[in-house]
C-alpha cells in the first residue's frame, strides 16, 4: 500500500513525494522556511508501474505478473526486480505492506493519494 503522496507526470510518470522531515517540531518550524519541504522521487517507467499497482488489493506476486505481461522479459527476474524494488521503497517508509486477510484501513495504511 502506498504510503506517500504522488504526483502523474509526462507519459504516466510518477514522482513520490518524500517529506525531508518527519519529526513534529521540526515540521512546524523548519518546514515552513523551506523552498520545497518534499523530496521527489521520479520513478521510470517500470518503477511507476509498480507504484500504480500498490493499492492494497494486489500481491506482490500479481504485481510482478502485470509487469511481465506489460514489458515483456522472463517471469523469474521480474518477480526479483519487484520484490527488490519494493524492498527498497519500504525502507525509504513510501510503501507499507498489509499481511494477508487484514484490512488496510485496520492497520493504519491509509494509502496516499496521487494529486495529478
Do not use: Y
Not at 522556511?33 to 506482490?60: H, I, M, N, Y
Not at 511481465?68 to 507499507?96: N, Y
Amino acid at each position: 500500500m502506498r504510503a506517500r503522496r504522488w504526483i502523474a507526470g509526462e507519459e504516466d510518470q510518477v514522482t513520490v513525494l518524500i517529506p525531508k522531515f518527519t519529526n513534529r517540531w521540526l515540521v512546524r518550524w523548519f518546514v515552513p522556511l523551506l523552498a520545497k519541504p518534499e523530496v521527489r522521487l521520479r520513478l521510470d517507467e517500470r518503477g511507476s508501474f509498480v507504484w500504480r499497482q500498490c493499492d492494497g488489493t494486489v500481491t506482490v506476486r500479481e504485481i510482478a505478473d502485470r509487469l511481465f505481461r506489460q514489458f515483456g522479459g522472463d517471469a523469474g527476474p521480474a518477480l526479483e526486480q519487484v520484490v527488490h524494488f519494493m524492498r527498497r521503497l519500504t525502507r525509504a517508509d513510501t510503501l507499507t505492506f498489509i499481511p494477508p486477510g487484514a484490512d488496510a484501513e485496520s492497520i493504519g495504511a491509509g494509502g496516499a493519494t496521487s494529486e495529478g
